[in-house]
């Protein structure tokens, strides 16, 4: 007889739902499915939304705000969801992240979800790290770094999980129209430095770094320095948080070949239908003509 497995929920990695849609998921949530189009062929399918589908809803997200002032986490667990949120807090870069809310409104938010929804239900994503140069120098988003360090260990919020930037041809192509702009990442080697340096912060904190999608990397860190590779929508902290009833089949649709261990979800988000309008420079989700 064959075995049925819950469905995890992402929300997502296509677009941030918590910060501008989230009046579009609660309804696809009452009518007990959401209609999801493949990226690709275009096709709309339906996503069963019933919590007896659904093991576990993981949120994506820059800003909680909107999230946290509309109750619709609150809301989600009185019906019988179980949540998780994965928040993205990087440094204030006006170059790389236009859009994004200043820092403090972030942490605030960051501690508002910790003390709701409990420090274990979050991860803390500092992603992706970037090195670039303008016409002041070389520069990098890893300035507030301990500052935000601070504020999540503050909340009890123990995983960081970090990975480096991408220059993919979309992101050439956008850079290209920007004046005295380029991303400069280092090489393998001073990334591992980095990571390291970045550990040492964590680790007197209590937090413990991991990474996403950084493969090359591992055979250049040490091999007990505590820095660990992660699953973001991840199988076995999800039953711990939540109870069994998930597949362990990994996720073909990532980026398995450079890293990605994270399980088989479904994605609700769409770059065409639920634009992101963070606007952030490196991100493939941005939707701004490029």
């Not at 941030?16 to 989230?22: K, L, R, V």
């Not at 006006?94 to 910790?114: D, F, G, Q, S, W």
């Not at 490196?282 to 003509?289: D, I, K, L, T």
């Amino acid at each position: 007889m064959k075995k049925h497995f819950k469905t995890v929920i992402s929300a997502s990695r296509r677009t941030d739902i918590p910060a501008f849609y989230m009046d579009w998921f609660m309804a696809g949530v009452k009518q007990g499915f959401f209609e999801v189009q493949n990226p690709f062929s275009k096709i709309m399918h339906k996503v069963p939304a019933d919590n007896e589908a659904v093991h576990s809803i993981v949120f994506w997200s820059k800003d909680y705000s909107p999230f946290l002032r509309g109750g619709y986490g609150t809301a989600l667990i009185d019906t019988g969801y179980h949540l998780f949120f994965l928040f993205t807090i990087n440094s204030e870069s006006p170059i790389l992240e236009p859009r994004t809310p200043p820092l403090a409104n972030r942490l605030a938010a960051l501690k508002k979800l910790a003390e709701q929804f409990g420090p274990e239900a979050v991860t803390w994503r500092f992603d992706p790290i970037c090195h670039f140069a303008t016409e002041q120098g070389p520069q990098n988003n890893l300035g507030d770094f301990v500052a935000i360090a601070d504020a999540a260990a503050a909340c009890g919020v123990a995983r960081c999980v970090t990975s480096f930037v991408d220059v993919y041809r979309k992101l050439v192509t956008r850079t290209k129209v920007l004046k005295n702009f380029s991303f400069a990442p280092p090489g393998p080697e001073r990334q591992a430095e980095i990571l390291l340096r970045m550990q040492t912060v964590l680790q007197d904190r209590g937090i413990t770094l991991y990474t996403c999608c950084e493969n090359r990397l591992e055979g250049i860190l040490p091999k007990d320095c505590g820095i660990l590779p992660h699953a973001c929508i991840n199988h076995d902290l999800l039953e711990k948080l939540y109870g069994p009833g998930l597949s362990k089949k990994q996720d073909k649709g990532q980026r398995a070949s450079q890293g990605c261990r994270c399980m088989e979800s479904r994605d609700i988000g769409s770059y065409s239908l639920h634009p992101c309008r963070h606007s952030c420079l490196y991100c493939y989700a941005n939707p701004e003509g490029y």
